[in-house]
């Protein structure tokens, strides 16, 4: 009964999503500057592959070969209707239909593309682009007044920043600098080099660099779903980016839910980063964000190890202090938030391994509570700590296998927190290399909880589309 | 406030880069500040006509060799260079330009061996060694191609170097190159430059086209003869170019779709600089006796005719059972195609000139027409075409597209 159900509408939500998309035209906005194609830069949109990492640090760049004069460069040889629309792009991205299942229910549900989001993207000078999101929401969920509602929203999207090669600055300051296709690197050719520093300011989610990147996830979250204003369903996000306590506070009012993205997966947030690459292997990271009340700041490294045939294997580590980023409960009432911040520290490993056609790579992410008020200390757990590890599988030219498995050890509120163990496999059909079909199955592998959000479901199955950039 | 503080910080970015902008306009020279403080003997890369011109290994240690170099040197150098190879030479101290000390070893070990060539052969007669006022007189019309690399063998003992004088023995030559390479193309080609980086399994996935492998002897693009090695020119104009391919995202506005992006924006020095580091990985490109390119010759005008003939062509040298009898790539043979890799291959549309991996002008077309594709079914047709039936091929093949006009359209 249950896979008839879920042929007939995985059929309908294919027909439907194949009119759907026929009717308008993808307009990847760096692959018509560049006249490339999306495989270039990513392994399948919308995860980078080596190459795009590069472009993404160089600042949406060819390595070595930006256009003279950027913006006016390209005004003259375009002319302004092509780099208008050049630097134009459109994604549209959502589970067209959703199978849920629990013991004690079966619900199916129709849901519509949850995000359309319109990219402003492109390099202004050699050393300058901007990136800016503008999204629309049809179902996005918004807390006020004490409650959860579902309704349309737009503005800015996740990510809005310029990034600005500072290599010209640091030589104006005496270091010696090399000229790359009209880009500054700091070094001598055969000895020192550096990439950037890139200041990259704006809304900004700074994760790109890290060996699991999140901004770019073939398996898209799930949306959170919410009924009479409360939370239905939590969503399937990467666990060891997620904030990881029951029981906080974003402020006065909002909860902080405990799949919340937060440091290296925000959902953008404003703040600035300075990266750079030395020598081609270790690549550094400082920056600050704002989060909630307080804010962040981090510092990060990755080591590209080995670069051997078609082997590459990179780690990284972050450690990051979130100054009064989360505000505990009452001690008296811990359904309503306290008066006292807390801050929250973060310690993070990940790794990434490349070899031919598979793409596998994890976090492990550590954090920790500070400055807990004396009357919560036995009620809150103070500790917790997220596992995501991914593997694509590039099965066919069109086609990208992925799993992901998550595993939360929940800290916070000890009579609420509840540990989570999900299990992704998904199915990516490419058409187009810039649209995608996909199926993806996520399995609760813990046992159902009824009045879990994390845990009141067994399975979930999507059909959806990511007509992707 | 918040409004204020969004200003002041517009307002202090835009200072920032108009400073930028004026303090540090982008140069265009690889490395060249460098050079110029070391007495504006800037290492640049030879131009084209030399590029391939590189010394045979044994000409570097042959005592014969060097013995002639010596000779010539002492009548002919020396009075600049001086006789220690010093640049102190008496009639050298007056130049407003010094010659360089041949002693140097840093600064020898800089010179690639095509760009010592350019230099004794021409001298100080071509930029930027004009303009900075080198006296230095060409020797291609008084000295033989031998006796030219005869005098680089002597010159090269100053500098007490042993083994022939290459880049792989010298990786300061090619120190540039190299680290665009790093930069721009590790990901596909390699480390070694083996076609093996991380990027190209997923970019194709098991099929055709794969990044190139720089360490063999097959180059797809070239205007040598099959089974060559290409021309610095030909390499050059695949990086200025990029590769274009089918398939490609479901948009608008994308003309070539490329799969390797075209690096024409890099400035000329440059892209020969990595091009000189790219040869580097092949010791071929120093072990070939001579260099044969095919020549293109000027299109003959288009006529009805000849496009006739062109069609009777295609037909006679049976390109529809790859290409199709519309050119769609959709011939009896098609999906049966492999390269030497024994990956699978698409046989070009015809119908998409823009899309042709060896570029779709109608002098490309007859390139690719008498030079095949190496490790790919397409042939060469160099010894069973004259230069005039390609032309009626080359007219034939562009009119599958656009109803013809790109045909005509090329011949202007």
Known sequence: ?469 | MRAKLVTSLAVALLVLLAGLWLVHPPASRANGERDEEKGGHAHVPAPLEYADVHVPLSVWTDPAMIALGKEIYATRCAVCHGDAGDGKGPAGLALPLKPPDFRNKDGVAEMRDNYWFWRVSEGGQVEPFKGKGSAMPPWKGQLAVEERWAVMAYQHTFSGHQGPHVTWEHPESVAVGRDIYAMACVMCHGVEGKGDGSVGPMLSRRRAPQPRDFTSAEFKFRSTPSGHLPTTADLLRTVTEGVRSAGGPMTIGLRGHRIMPSFGHMPKEQRLEVIEYVKSLNRGFWERPGIKTVAVPAPPPFTPERLARGRQLYADAECSACHGERGRGDGPSAPTLKDNRNLPIAAADLTKPERFKNGGRPEDVYRTLMTGLAGTPMPSYADSLEPDQAWDLVFYVLSLSRGGRTAQAGTR
Not at chain 1, 156 to 172: I, P, S, T
Not at chain 1, 215 to 221: D, F, S, T, V
């Open chain 1, 1 to 469: 009964m249950f896979w008839r159900s879920f042929v007939s509408v995985a059929l309908t939500a294919m027909l439907v999503t194949t009119v759907d998309v026929g009717a308008a035209i993808a307009v990847p906005a760096f692959a018509r500057q560049y006249d490339l194609q999306c495989n270039v830069c990513h392994t399948r949109p919308p995860r980078l592959n080596r190459f795009g990492e590069q472009f993404h640090m160089m600042g949406f760049q060819i390595p070595s070969a930006a256009r003279p004069g950027g913006l006016v460069g390209s005004l003259k040889d375009d002319g302004p209707v092509k780099t208008l629309i050049d630097s134009l792009a459109l994604r549209i991205e959502g589970g067209l239909f959703e199978y849920t299942e629990s013991p004690r229910e079966t619900e199916t549900k129709f849901a519509p593309p949850d995000e359309i989001t319109l990219f402003v993207a492109r390099p202004l000078l050699p050393d300058l682009s901007f990136f800016v999101e503008l999204e629309g929401e049809p179902r996005a969920v918004v807390f006020e007044k004490g409650r959860y509602f579902t309704k349309g929203e737009t503005g800015l999207g996740k990510e809005a920043f310029f990034m600005l090669n500072l290599g010209r600055l640091v030589g104006a300051l005496g270091a010696p600098t090399m000229e790359m296709g009209g880009q500054t690197m700091v070094g001598t050719h055969g000895g020192f080099s550096m990439h950037g520093p890139m200041l990259m300011a704006g809304k900004v989610d700074p994760n790109t660099n890290f060996s699991y990147a999140t901004n770019r996830q073939l398996i898209a979250p799930t949306e959170l779903e919410v009924k009479h204003g409360a939370v239905e369903r939590l969503p399937v996000v990467p666990y060891a980016f997620a904030s990881k306590f029951f029981g906080l506070f974003k402020n006065r009012d909002e909860p902080q839910l405990v799949t919340d993205q937060v440091m290296y997966n925000t959902p953008g947030a404003p703040g600035a980063d300075l990266h750079a690459m030395f020598n081609d292997v270790v690549l550094g990271q400082i920056g600050f964000l704002r989060e909630n009340e307080g804010f962040d700041t981090y510092a990060a490294a990755r080591f590209d190890l080995l670069d051997r045939g078609e082997l590459t294997f990179n780690v990284s580590a972050v450690v990051n202090w979130g100054f009064g980023v989360v505000r505990a409960p009452d001690p008296e009432d811990h359904d309503h938030p306290g008066d006292k911040r807390l801050d929250r520290v973060r310690y993070g490993v990940a790794a990434n391994v490349r070899w031919k056609e598979l793409d596998i790579y994890g976090a492990l992410i550590w954090d920790r509570l500070y400055g807990l008020p004396g009357e919560l200390r036995g009620d809150v757990d103070r500790t917790a700590t997220g596992l995501t590890v991914q593997v694509d599988y590039l099965a066919h030219e069109l086609v990208m296998l992925s799993s992901r498995f998550d595993q939360l050890w929940a800290g916070g509120l000890k009579n609420e927190k509840r540990d989570g163990s999900v299990l992704s496999v998904q199915a990516k059909f490419y058409p187009w290399q810039n649209v995608a079909f996909f199926i993806r199955d996520s399995v609760n592998l813990r046992g159902f909880v009824e009045e879990s959000p994390l845990r009141n479901w067994r399975n979930q199955v999507f059909v959806g589309v990511d007509w992707d950039f």
